[in-house]
């Protein structure tokens, strides 16, 4: 089975630093990746995904992530944050091989500081 | 074009009381799933709809939680009677095709908060 842990709950960065939030997948099989971001009273919206090809995926905002097979990993960053980045960002991995479904990480809280 | 639309954003209500989330996909989107994000958690698969037709409910409690797609179109989820543990998130989204590994990608709505007391 698939499964994502994402290290640290919470991360806070100086506006304009880089952001940097870490997902570890768990997969036997290549898995497809996403992260999603969640604004405050709002529901999961799609950063950005990897799926095959590339192994560096750009999103929406200036963010982007890194697929690394052998890490197992799928890092978010951004080079310099702005306070429009503070939210929840969850990584997710779909079930393979029917991908009919998401397992998300229990999220990162970023706070930004002025 | 319209998003997930989810109804009714905020509810409160008292343990062994029942309530009800609507919730209306993008136009012509055939999957429709229904996610529980519980505070400080991911959100978790509850029921995911092809259509009119259930393709995975098992992680729903079905002792107290029941879900239908009648005409594949909108969805309701119940829960009766409430506990306080189900004091979430309901989260609903829909996807464009059944296989996210297609490159088909989830839409969620904005959640419908609930609060068990």
């Known amino acids: 089975a698939q499964s994502v842990t994402q290290l640290g709950s919470h991360v806070s960065v100086s506006e304009g630093a880089l952001v940097l939030l870490r997902c570890n997948y768990s997969?036997?099989?290549?898995?497809?990746l996403f992260w999603y971001v969640q604004y405050p009273n709002q529901g999961l919206q799609l950063l950005l995904k990897?799926?095959?090809?590339?192994?560096l995926v750009k999103g929406i905002n200036g963010f982007e992530a890194e697929f690394k097979k052998s890490e197992t990993s799928f890092h978010l960053t951004k080079p310099s944050a702005h306070m429009s980045d503070a939210a929840e960002y969850f990584c997710?991995?779909?079930?393979?091989?029917?991908?009919?479904?998401?397992?998300f990480g229990t999220g990162t809280s970023l706070t930004v500081i002025p | 074009e319209a998003g997930v639309a989810q109804s009714p954003r905020y509810k409160i209500i008292e343990k062994r009381q029942s309530v009800a989330f609507w919730c209306n996909p993008i136009?012509?989107?055939?999957?429709l799933y229904w996610y529980q994000q519980i505070l400080g958690q991911g959100p978790k698969l509850l029921i995911q709809?092809?259509?009119?037709?259930?393709?995975?409910d098992s992680q729903l409690p079905k002792d107290r939680f029941s879900a239908e797609r009648l005409k594949g179109v909108d969805s309701t989820l119940k829960i009766q009677p409430a506990k306080l543990e189900d004091s979430a998130v309901y989260l609903c989204?829909?996807?464009?095709?059944?296989?996210?590994?297609?490159?088909?990608?989830?839409?969620f709505g904005e959640g419908s908060w609930l609060t068990v007391v």
């Open positions: 136009s012509g989107h055939a999957t």
């Open positions: 997710a991995v779909s079930d393979f091989p029917t991908g009919n479904q998401f397992y």
């Open positions: 990897y799926t095959t090809g590339a192994t």
């Open positions: 997969s036997s099989v290549p898995p497809y």
């Open positions: 709809f092809q259509n009119n037709g259930v393709v995975d």
């Open positions: 989204a829909s996807s464009n095709g059944q296989s996210l590994n297609s490159g088909n990608t989830i839409y």
